[in-house]
């Protein structure tokens, strides 16, 4: 509890804990209270957080003798705005209703229905009035919202998210079929909304033309065979083939060219996160650090630009050095027994699991220091690693580094 809205939702999250968790922060005192509690307390994109981490701004405290002619041009009017509403330098509104939603369908009955039939049946009504809505706006949901209102004036709804911005009717009722039986119709429903909570930018998608593969030729849509006279025709080179890709990229459709199953990864992900939740299902996005263990973060699958498959493959595409990382990363590096020529040369042999190999190519060192920047000692304080690639008598390929006089397996190519 505080005076002003920002105050009491950092202390909310940020300062009660299981020992406290009410926390009154008494009049005009706002100001002290959250001095010690970092920058994202004040509701600021992680975007945002992580560019004043950079600069040493790490708590809010730390933001006070900037003004907010110095804040703006460097993170923002919003940050300079949230500051002001948490010290309640400037006024804020907190409306307890929510605003009705853009794209919303409605199906009344003329009597209550009260069967789950019934129920489905008026689901299939809906959705491809909603998605016809969405596809005139150029936009796909993201969260569906289902809302039944029953004849004793309560409401039962439910909700669901897509991993990325869709009007598949087809695809979105896969998803409400194992949510649809939640919905309990108590003596009869009278009214079915559906709206779409929350929606994305979605171009058209083109899936008659011919597809130009990723070698260059050129592979027509399913059609039944008939006879045409053979002509000599010329193939796109790979020039072609990008240009066709970045032009569908950029007006929102899919690359003509995407991998096999590619277009079936965001399905999967809804139909695991109806079950499980979207924030359960987890994937590896990029994160801006050069120590191997700390270059990718878990997060949410839905949580990637767009929802899209292609973009979050390009981020990978994008990281520094990326086809010099093995493929597969040890979660922790384990110990190694080696043998080198001379203390600074690459290993001749090492003993890996009990398991002696023989090297006969290396590459390296590559030097990676610690973040000396980080507060966390083990972080910044790091002994340098010097990184070797080393293929065995096998053909396997492995990646060693020695850090402290010591020898370490970090991770396995192929």
């Not at 560019?51 to 300079?80: C, K, N, Q």
């Amino acid at each position: 509890m505080a005076d002003t809205i920002g105050a009491a939702w950092a202390m909310a999250r940020y300062a009660a804990s299981a020992a406290h968790p009410c926390v009154v922060v008494m009049p005009g005192s706002q100001r002290a209270a959250i001095a010690g509690l970092p920058p994202a307390a004040l509701r600021l994109p992680e975007s945002t957080v992580e560019v004043m981490d950079r600069l040493g701004l790490r708590r809010i405290e730390d933001l006070y003798p900037l003004s907010r002619a110095v804040l703006t041009p460097r993170f923002g009017p919003l940050a300079a705005r949230r500051l002001a509403q948490a010290l309640g330098q400037e006024a804020e509104a907190l409306s307890p209703r929510q605003p009705p939603p853009a794209w919303l369908v409605r199906q009344i009955f003329a009597e209550p229905i009260s069967e789950a039939e019934d129920l489905a049946r008026a689901l299939d009504l809906l959705l491809p009035r909603l998605c016809r809505e969405l596809a005139l706006a150029g936009r796909g949901a993201r969260r569906l919202d289902l809302t039944a209102y029953r004849s004793d004036g309560s409401l039962q709804s439910l909700s669901l998210g897509t991993s990325r911005a869709s009007r598949e009717a087809k695809h979105l009722r896969r998803l409400f079929n194992e949510k649809l039986p939640q919905i309990d119709p108590g003596f009869g429903i009278e009214v079915l909304t559906l709206a779409a909570g929350r929606s994305d930018p979605l171009g058209a998608r083109q899936m008659a033309l011919p597809v130009v593969a990723a070698q260059g030729s050129v592979e027509r849509s399913p059609q039944p065979p008939a006879p045409a006279p053979k002509r000599k025709t010329e193939q796109p080179g790979p020039a072609v083939t990008a240009s066709i890709n970045a032009t569908a990229r950029a007006a929102g459709c899919a690359p003509a060219c995407a991998p096999d199953g590619a277009e079936d990864l965001p399905d999967l992900v809804d139909r695991l996160g109806s079950r499980l939740g979207l924030a359960a299902v987890r994937a590896p996005r990029p994160h801006e650090s050069h120590l191997p263990e700390r270059a990718f973060v878990l997060a949410p699958a839905g949580d990637f630009p767009g929802g899209d498959v292609d973009l979050a493959n390009e981020d990978w595409r994008k990281t520094p050095r990326a086809g010099l990382r093995p493929l597969r990363l040890l979660a922790r590096p384990e110990p190694v027994e080696v043998l080198s020529l001379l203390p600074d040369h690459p290993p001749a042999q090492f003993r890996w699991r009990r398991v002696l190999h023989q090297v006969v190519r290396a590459e390296g060192p590559e030097r990676l220091l610690g973040e000396w920047w980080q507060i966390d000692p083990a972080l910044g304080d790091a002994p340098p690693r010097d990184y070797f690639r080393v293929e065995d008598q096998d053909g396997r390929r492995y990646w060693l580094y020695r850090s402290a006089g010591s020898w370490f397996l970090h991770g396995l190519f192929g």
